[in-house]
């Protein structure tokens, strides 16, 4: 939660123009899209199963 929050704060009214000239802006997205990536991949099957809902 604390990298989407992070990630919000930092495209919070940034502009198409902006985003694309500021590699810094985005390599910091990147690093907290790669930290959620990296807890995605710890959730347990068993946990998973939990939070999908049934279709």
């Known amino acids: 939660m604390e990298s989407a929050r992070k990630i ?3 495209l919070e009214g ?7 000239d500021d590699s810094m802006r985005r390599d910091a997205v990147i690093w907290q899209l790669s930290i959620i990536g990296e807890a995605v991949g710890g959730i347990s099957d068993e946990t998973r199963a939990s939070t999908v809902p049934n279709q």
Do not use: M
């Open 8 to 10: 919000a704060s930092y």
């Open 14 to 20: 940034v502009s198409p123009e902006v985003w694309a």
